[in-house]
C-alpha cells in the first residue's frame, strides 16, 4: 500500500514543502513542491526567539497548503548550523533505558543546559570488536519542535521527524551501493562525512568565516578519508564556482547531488539544495517510520 509523506526544509528567508508518495514498487514521487518566501530570519525570530508575528505569519501560509493533504505525516529538515552534535563512545549490548541514561550523560557533560535539547543517536560503522561503540549525537532544541508544533496546529498535522539537514541529504543514495563523501556548504558552516548508503562512518562540522576556510577544512579531512570512494556536494553556497575550486584544491572530481533515479516528479522540481533537503527527509521518514 503506498505511503504519504509532507516534509518541510527551512532556509533563513524560506520554507519549501513536499508531497512525497512512495509506492509498493519502492519507488518515489514528488506529488507537489512549493517554496514560501517570507522577509523576516525564520530561524532567529522564529525558530530561536519565537516572536509572535513571525510565527503567525508562517501558521498562516503553511497551513492552508498542508491542509490539502490527507496525510498527517510530516517531516522537517534544519540546517545543522543550529544543532550541536557530539562524537562519544558508548557500551554496547546496553538496554534501550542503560542506553539512554549513557547518552543523557554525555549531554550533560557537552551542554550548558541539556534540558533544553532532545537527541538523536547515530551509530557510526565501525569494524573494531573494542567494548564500546562509536555514535554521534545530535542535539536538537526542543523549542523548536514546541514551535513548530504550534505552528502546524489548525492542520492536525503530526511531525515524525525533525533532522539535520546533512543527515537528510545523506538519505539520498540509500540505494547506492557505495561509500561516498558528503560535503555540505554553506555561507556560515561546512560538514563532511563518510557513509555507506544510509550507514554513516565519519562526521564532522566547522564554523567558517572565510571561503578559504572551506579549502582548509576540505583537504584536512580527506586527507584521513579513502582517496577513491566518490564525493558529491550541495549547500547554498555550493556554487559552480565553489564546486571547481574545491576540486581544484583537492585535485579530485566532485559531483553537485541530484535527485536520485528512484523519485520521479509530477511537479516542476529543480535540484535545489532546499528540495533535495526535503526530499531526503521524506525518504528517511518513509522508510522508518
Given at each position: ?10 532556509e ?9 508518495v ?62 550541536k ?32 535539547y ?27 519542535l ?29 540505494w ?85 533515479n ?28
Amino acid at each position: 500500500m503506498p505511503k504519504e509523506q509532507l516534509s518541510l526544509s527551512f532556509e533563513k528567508h524560506t520554507i519549501t514543502v513536499l508531497h512525497v508518495v512512495q509506492g509498493d514498487e519502492g519507488r518515489y514521487s514528488i506529488e507537489d513542491c512549493q517554496t514560501l518566501r517570507f522577509p523576516f530570519d525564520l530561524y532567529a525570530d522564529v525558530l530561536e526567539a519565537g516572536q509572535s508575528k513571525g510565527m503567525l505569519a508562517v501558521t498562516n501560509e503553511l497551513n492552508p497548503i498542508l491542509s490539502r493533504f490527507q496525510t498527517s505525516r510530516l517531516s522537517v529538515s534544519v540546517n545543522m548550523d543550529r544543532t550541536k552534535c557530539l562524537d562519544t563512545h558508548i557500551n554496547r549490548n546496553l538496554s534501550p533505558d542503560e542506553f539512554a541514561y549513557e547518552c543523557e550523560d554525555e549531554a550533560s557533560k557537552f551542554l550548558r543546559d541539556p534540558s533544553d535539547y532532545n537527541w538523536q543517536s547515530i551509530r557510526l560503522k565501525e569494524t573494531s570488536d573494542a567494548p564500546y561503540e562509536k555514535h554521534l549525537l545530535v542535539f536538537m532544541p526542543k523549542r523548536f519542535l514546541t514551535r513548530l508544533e504550534m505552528m502546524i496546529l489548525p492542520c492536525q498535522k503530526e511531525i515524525n521527524l525533525i533532522d539535520g539537514s546533512h543527515m537528510s541529504f545523506q538519505n539520498l543514495y540509500r540505494w547506492s551501493g557505495e561509500r561516498r563523501i558528503l560535503i555540505e556548504l554553506e555561507e556560515h558552516y561546512m560538514a563532511i562525512s563518510l557513509f555507506d548508503q544510509a550507514c554513516t562512518e565519519s562526521f564532522a562540522y566547522w564554523n567558517l568565516s572565510s571561503e578559504t576556510d572551506a579549502a582548509y577544512f576540505t583537504l584536512t579531512e580527506l586527507r584521513k578519508l579513502d582517496p577513491d570512494v566518490p564525493i558529491s556536494i550541495t549547500g547554498s553556497s555550493a556554487s559552480r564556482e565553489a564546486i571547481q575550486f574545491l576540486s581544484s584544491v583537492i585535485e579530485k572530481q566532485i559531483d553537485p547531488v541530484a535527485t536520485p533515479n528512484v523519485v520521479s516528479a509530477k511537479c516542476r522540481v529543480d535540484d535545489s539544495p532546499r528540495m533535495l533537503k526535503a526530499l531526503g527527509c521524506a525518504i528517511k521518514a518513509l522508510s522508518e517510520f
